[in-house]
């Protein structure tokens, strides 16, 4: 019998622009590392006003022009989300404080990670700004983060949770 496929959810407000963005990298970088089998990726909001929406049309355009489909659904993150997955991933601070308090218990909130903690060029504790408001330079900014965070994030799994092909 196999191993159960390893859960990540990436998280952001609505759903709509940066976790969308995140799930679509990691989704390529799965594939490309032959890794689809060890894996099962989801994206969610802390908020519900965007539920059943595709992602936003300028994160699917500049996604599109990377060779990206993002196509999920908008979803809210619920509390029964921590029991499905192993790593929920936030975008920014302030989702990783909404998700902190809908956590069950410890071992949910040991589960939340910021996904720029994974980027190499930028180790630590950022966030992934927003591009709802701003032109289509953010929209790039967020592909650019997420490639290189998603692409570490899937080293550390590898490394640590032992995934190969």
């Known amino acids: 019998m196999s191993p159960r496929p390893l859960g990540v959810c990436f998280v ?18 799965v594939q490309r590392a032959g890794l689809q089998h060890a894996f099962s990726l989801d994206s969610a909001g802390v908020s519900d006003e965007h539920a059943g929406e595709l992602p936003d049309r300028r994160s699917r355009s500049a996604g599109a022009a990377r060779g990206y489909r993002l196509e999920s659904r908008a979803r809210r993150f619920e509390r029964d989300d921590f029991a499905r997955f192993d790593a929920v991933i936030a975008l920014d601070h302030d989702n990783a404080r909404r998700l902190r ?46 490639e290189r965070a998603c692409a570490g994030l899937l080293a550390h799994l590898q490394q640590h949770r032992g995934l190969a092909r």
């Open 12 to 29: 952001c407000h609505g759903n709509i622009c940066r976790s969308p963005t995140a799930l679509a990298v990691m989704q390529v970088l």
């Open 101 to 146: 308090a809908l956590a069950p218990d410890e071992a949910a909130r040991a589960k939340l990670r910021l996904l720029r903690e994974f980027d190499p060029e930028q180790p630590g504790a950022h966030d992934v700004p927003d591009p709802w408001y701003g032109g289509a330079e953010g929209f790039e900014l967020v592909l650019d983060l997420c």
